[in-house]
């Protein structure tokens, strides 16, 4: 048996990534196991990077999903790290993030412009230091000079878009589009919720009219923020990983196993039902842009550090 351990509560992104996942690798990994996804929420998925390198038997029976914005907190040398990026194992990404903010109609914030001219600050959930939900909106604000109050510890999106549903949260920056209309599409079909920024290089074309933050950045060091604190580690939030020191020949197996999947016809068909993009990165890459984060200016990361504290 296979355990999938996904560092987000049910029914968020990265759940209904792993889930449909696990519906299908396992016949891609000789003898054809039984691969069961456990849910270790907490820190914005740190407790369950911590746990795959400490504490998972390094067998390649235990897979982590875990989020890539954690490997800046490492960077930055925040407390808390009990693991080194260098040293996973990497199976790949199954897309490459493309964060937008969004808000619910009922905020009144359904433009850039209104947000831009609020008086009041505009309430965004988050869920860990070190994920997407807490440092795309940190970074925003001293960039863009967006009015944001960040409201941290949910244990996932789904918890922070049921506290936009119900009021308490106008929403959420960091948030991934394919995530996005993959677990919350109602709201957005109806205009109840609204994507009002991308936090992306390109434009994406399902929503091309939503405007670029990196367009509104006024100065250099501001694009630069922006463009290491967020467009860098964007192919890296949905990381797949296995436990330091699990046997070469393992990894070899599940990186191929994983990949496959990818290219599998019935798990494309079911993650176009549940509308989840696919646009993935094998292992090798995975592992060269994990290692490329580590090779950022220490000006870049002393900058970052400071934002982000």
Known sequence: ?????VGFSPG??????????ARHIGRHIPGNPTVIVENMTGAGSLIAANHVSKVAIPDGLTIGNINGGLFIQQLLGWPGIEFDALNFNYLGVPVRDKTVCVLTKASGITTLEKWMASKAPIKLGATGPGSLTHNVPRILKESLGLPIQLVTGY??????????ESGEL????????????ATWTKALDSGDAVVVLQTVPQPHPEISKVPLAI???????????IQSGIHDVSD???????????P?????????????????QEFLADAKKSRLGIDPLTGEELERTVAGLFKTAPTTVARLREVLK
């Open 155 to 164: 244990k996932g999106i789904a918890d922070i878009r049921l506290a936009a």
């Open 248 to 264: 070469k020949e393992r990894v070899q197996i599940l990186r191929r196993a994983f990949i496959d999947t990818m290219k599998d």
């Open 215 to 225: 367009n509104s950045a006024k100065t250099a060091e501001a694009r630069q923020l």
């Open 12 to 21: 968020g992104g990265f759940d209904v990534y792993s889930r449909t996942i």
């Open 170 to 181: 106008a929403g959420a920056c960091g948030w991934t589009w394919d995530s996005l209309k």
């Open 236 to 246: 890296v939030t949905y990381a797949y990983i296995v436990p330091p020191g699990t």
């Open 1 to 5: 048996m296979v355990r999938v351990i």
